[in-house]
C-alpha cells in the first residue's frame, strides 16, 4: 500500500501562499501555466485607479496627456 501524503512544513506552506499570491494559473496550449499576476491597486487596475484618481497637475507632470480631460476649453 502506499503511504499517505507528506505535510507540509511551516516554511513550505508560507512560501506557496507567497507563490500563489504572486501568480495566476491559466491554461495555454493545453497546459496549465503559473503567469504572473497583472498589478492591481485595491483590487483596480493601475491605470483605471490613476484615471479615477489623479488630478490634472500631477498627470501632466508625469506626461500621460491621453488622460486628461478637454472639458477645459477656453
Known amino acids: 500500500m ?14 506557496k501562499k507567497a507563490r500563489k499570491e504572486k501568480t495566476i494559473t491559466v491554461f495555454r496550449n493545453g497546459k496549465q501555466v503559473r503567469v504572473k499576476r497583472p498589478e492591481s491597486i485595491d ?6 485607479f490613476i484615471r479615477s484618481n489623479a488630478d490634472s497637475l500631477w498627470l501632466h507632470q508625469n506626461e500621460m496627456w491621453e488622460y486628461l480631460d478637454n472639458d477645459d476649453k477656453e
Open 43 to 48: 483590487g483596480m487596475d493601475v491605470d483605471e
Open 2 to 15: 502506499a503511504g499517505g501524503k507528506k505535510k507540509l512544513t511551516r516554511a513550505q506552506k508560507a512560501a
